[in-house]
Nanobody, 120 residues
């Protein structure tokens, strides 16, 4: 069983910063891509940022230059540093991981979600 546990969400004022973390645990062979999605009320879940095992990154246009995704392969952890936050960034943030549970089988796993609220 693979679990993704997120932390770091909360309430922040516009212009502020937050850092999200997501750690994978359980029995698996390795993790390839990891990333973050978000879902605001009444909207579809959207990709925020993704990172490969080799640290190639991809960002949504709306967060480029403000958010930075990184990972620590030794700790099976992905991070999302969010700066210059605006109310439009308010959403539940979900981490995901593409996990090779054994050499020949890859599954996608999701965290439980962490609320990020940007408000004065």
């Amino acid at each position: 069983q693979v679990q993704l546990v997120e932390s770091g969400g909360g309430l922040v004022q516009p212009g502020g910063s937050l850092r999200l973390s997501c750690a994978a645990s359980g029995n698996f062979f390795s993790i390839s891509a990891m990333g973050w999605y978000r879902q605001a009320p009444g909207k579809q879940r959207e990709l925020v940022a993704a990172i490969t095992r080799g640290s190639s990154t991809n960002y949504a246009h709306s967060v480029k230059g403000r958010f930075t995704i990184s990972r620590d392969n030794a700790k099976n952890t992905v991070y999302l540093q969010m700066n210059s936050l605006t109310p439009d960034d308010t959403a539940v943030y979900y981490c995901y991981a593409e996990v090779w549970v054994v050499v020949s089988t890859r599954n996608n796993y999701w965290g439980q979600g962490t609320q990020v609220t940007v408000s004065s």
